[in-house]
């Protein structure tokens, strides 16, 4: 947490509060003088370089919350750094806040202890994935690895998650282009969703499912975006949202911290083939992008000590394109518009032009492309 300006109040404390009836976890990360005035976001597309806290100008503003730096590269001449990482100002969880589990009556709580920290991803205030040079998007991403391993070590802290909010639409509230990672002392419900549904799956079939999806969508093709040696790019069968897209290893792999070398040279070709696919088929490109790991070892209690052999890591991208509505708040049903074979057929046909504009293919083989050398049957896949 920041020192308070002289003058302002203190900020409260984050904390979790516990829903008695349903189990989910809300965090109150309450920010300092928040009037009703305040929470409605201005409709604006992008906020200005002048006065940006992430642009190398303003660099003496944050140097107590600066964590790291890394060098210029040959893609940056001319700039005092290529990457960035900082402690959020306004973090959702703080490492100074004591780990307490407590309860008020019937209702559960926690202290808002945790880790925030911010990736700024270039030096550049207009600059994005599509324009990363290869090597920015790979350095990007062993910066993930490695600030995910740091804060995974941290005691108490059971899940590590990775997001990109890009646009406005999608959450971004300053234009510069930067990713959160959280650790957080609680596995969130969404991740717990799919470990349970994970681990129901491995207990019937003693298989991993995301290993069976990947056997069966490479065996299917009709939702595949781009594939290669390592990873598959797809929509997945129940998409949620239109033009949703998983990223997975297609060995089974339960954390993303562990990615080696030359698997993150073959992540960075194929997140990048995706997200220009995105942003160069839809008129609003907002979109957000959210790592799925494993929880860290130390979550790894009594019902959770087989969770490598049956949670297998993988990226969501998800455009912003529609809004979500009362019926959907209400039922916990989503509407997609479009059907995920749609999706990826024009996503693939955005990356076939690409082709015959360069003439080579930019990214990662496409399954068409791919030689499709014995693909597994489905169900084939060992956990
Ligand atoms: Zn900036
Ligand atoms: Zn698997
Ligand atoms: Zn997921």
């Known amino acids: 947490m920041t020192d308070p300006t002289p003058g302002e109040p203190a900020t409260p404390a984050p904390e979790f509060r516990k829903d008695p009836v349903t189990g989910g976890w809300v965090i109150f990360a309450p920010e300092r003088s928040r009037r009703p005035e305040d929470l409605m976001a201005p409709e604006v597309a992008s906020t200005p370089r002048e006065g940006c806290p992430f642009c190398p ?18 893609d940056y001449g001319g700039q005092p750094w290529t990457i960035k990482v900082l402690k959020d100002k306004f973090p ?52 993930y690895q490695n600030r995910s391993l740091e804060l995974s070590s941290f005691p108490n802290i059971r899940q590590i998650l990775i997001t990109r909010n890009s646009g406005h639409d999608a959450g971004a509230q300053i234009s ?11 596995i969130p419900k969404r991740i717990q969703e799919e470990v349970s549904g994970c681990q129901g799956y491995y207990r019937f079939k003693e298989r991993c499912v995301y290993c069976d999806i990947i056997a069966q969508e490479r065996e299917d ?4 975006v781009l594939d290669n040696d390592c990873f598959v ?8 949202f239109p033009y949703e897209v998983v990223i997975a290893p297609r060995v089974h ?12 040279v073959l992540l960075a070709d194929i997140m990048k083939g995706v997200i220009s696919a995105i942003k160069g088929s839809l008129p609003r490109p907002s979109l957000n992008y959210i790592f799925h790991t494993s929880p860290t070892p130390q979550a790894r209690t009594a019902e959770l000590t087989d969770v490598a ?10 455009p912003k394109i529609t809004r979500i509505a009362g019926f959907e708040w209400g039922s916990g049903f989503y509407i997609n518009p479009v059907m995920p074979e749609d999706s990826a057929a024009s996503l693939r046909g955005w990356l076939e032009r690409q082709k015959q504009l360069t003439g080579a293919f930019p990214f990662s083989r496409t399954q068409s492309d791919a030689p499709r050398s014995n693909p597994r049957p489905p169900g084939s896949a060992q956990g």
């Open 233 to 240: 790019a797809f929509t997945a069968w129940a998409a949620r």
């Open 176 to 186: 510069h282009p930067h990713s959160h990672i959280v650790g957080m002392p609680i």
């Open 253 to 264: 792999l339960s954390r993303f911290e562990t990615i080696r070398p030359n698997e993150i």
């Open 57 to 74: 100008a303003r660099d003496g503003d944050n140097g107590k919350l600066e964590i790291i730096r890394f060098p210029p590269t040959p």
């Open 221 to 224: 093709g009709s939702r595949i």
């Open 92 to 143: 959702i969880l703080s490492d100074q806040e004591n780990y307490h589990r407590f309860g008020d009556g019937m209702y559960d709580l926690m202290s808002g202890h945790g880790h925030h920290e911010l990736v700024v991803e270039s030096p550049l205030h207009d600059d994005g994935f599509p324009r990363y040079p290869d090597s920015h998007v790979r350095d990007l991403l062993s910066v």
């Open 309 to 318: 052999k049956y949670y297998h890591w993988h990226i969501e991208i998800i």
